[in-house]
C-alpha cells in the first residue's frame, strides 16, 4: 500500500511541476478541508512536531566546489 502512495505522489509532483490546473485544483480542495476538518491545536501540535524533528537534525553544510 504505501508503494502506491510514493507513487501517487510522485504523479502529484510531475503534474505540479508541469503547472497542471486539475492538480493545483486538487491541491487547493484538499486543503480547504484540511483546514475545515482540522482543529487550530492540531495544527499546532503537528507544526510543533516538525519543528521539533527539525531541531534534533543535523546541520547540513553546503561546502562550495571552488574555495
Known amino acids: 500500500m504505501e508503494d502506491h502512495n510514493i507513487s501517487k505522489t510522485t504523479n502529484n509532483q510531475q503534474e505540479s511541476l508541469a503547472g497542471n490546473p486539475v492538480s493545483q485544483d486538487n491541491h487547493l480542495e484538499k486543503t480547504s478541508k484540511f483546514i475545515s476538518e482540522t482543529s487550530l491545536d492540531d495544527m499546532i501540535e503537528i507544526a510543533e512536531i516538525a519543528r521539533r524533528k527539525k531541531l534534533t537534525e543535523p546541520p547540513k ?6 574555495i
Do not use: C, H, L, T
Open 61 to 66: 553544510w553546503v561546502i562550495p566546489d571552488e
